[in-house]
């Protein structure tokens, strides 16, 4: 019943909510702000601005837009300094596999990330050749956990939003393939993931034939 599989990145097919989060935080201290580690868990998913935004609101700083963009795109320089750095190695466990089995089975496989720097990280990684489509964040409406961006992934790989399977590890991106009538695999915990039809601890524990029947 699926003709395709759309992936999250930061989280599902690589680690980078780490690296996302040390750009974050070195930016915070540049503006006095302390960032603790759980914020870590609150940027996850979140768009860039949103995200600027989250951490501004808690150091209680305020910012005008132009200076708010400013500091995003240093953000930004941060983030692409530290992924220039990533390898293969870098993939989460069993990622490639993945990607693999779902092509082997015949299914198209698309990217749904949050991220505008998903192409030069995929490159990074190697996965590149992998994938079918790359929904691009800046081509959509609205931001997760609004429906778009994994609505623009399925019609990229020209597949009805019934026939998708969505990947994701953030709330916000669950919610969204819902709301885009696509049935969603969680990575991670059950008890957070509330509203995914399936969760598997991690993206290694994925495997396509279990949702094929
Ligand atoms: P960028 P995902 C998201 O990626 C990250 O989880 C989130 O922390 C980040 O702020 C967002 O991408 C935007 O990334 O600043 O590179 O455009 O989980 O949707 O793959
Ligand atoms: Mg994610």
Redesign the pocket.
Request: no cysteine.
């Given at each position: 019943r699926f003709d395709a599989v759309l992936f999250?990145?930061?989280?599902v097919l690589a680690d980078t909510?780490h690296i996302?989060f040390a750009a974050w935080r070195r930016l915070a201290e540049e503006l006095g702000i302390p960032l603790e580690p759980r914020f870590e868990d609150r940027?996850?998913?979140?768009?860039?601005m949103t995200?600027l935004d989250l951490i501004l609101a808690h150091g209680n700083v305020e910012r005008t837009v132009e200076e708010r963009r400013v500091l995003a795109d240093r953000k930004?320089g941060y983030?692409q300094a530290a992924i220039a750095e990533q390898s293969p190695d870098d993939l989460l466990p069993g990622a490639r596999r993945v990607l693999e089995e779902v092509r082997a089975a015949g299914l198209k496989t698309a990217l749904a990330?949050?991220?505008?720097?998903a192409p030069p990280l995929l490159d990074q990684l190697g996965i590149r050749p992998l994938i079918d489509a790359i929904a691009n964040?800046a081509a959509v409406k609205a931001p997760?956990p609004a429906p778009d961006l994994f609505l623009e992934a399925a019609r990229l790989v020209g597949v009805a939003p019934g026939r998708c399977l969505g990947v994701e590890d953030?709330v916000a991106?669950i919610t969204s393939i819902k709301e885009a009538g696509m049935v969603a695999v969680g990575i991670g915990d059950p008890t957070i993931l509330t509203r995914a039809d399936h969760v598997v601890p991690a993206i290694a524990d994925f495997h396509i034939g279990d949702y094929l029947g």
């Open positions: 999250d990145l930061d989280g909510a996302h940027l996850k998913g979140v768009d860039r995200s930004n983030y990330s949050a991220s505008h720097n964040p997760k953030a991106g």
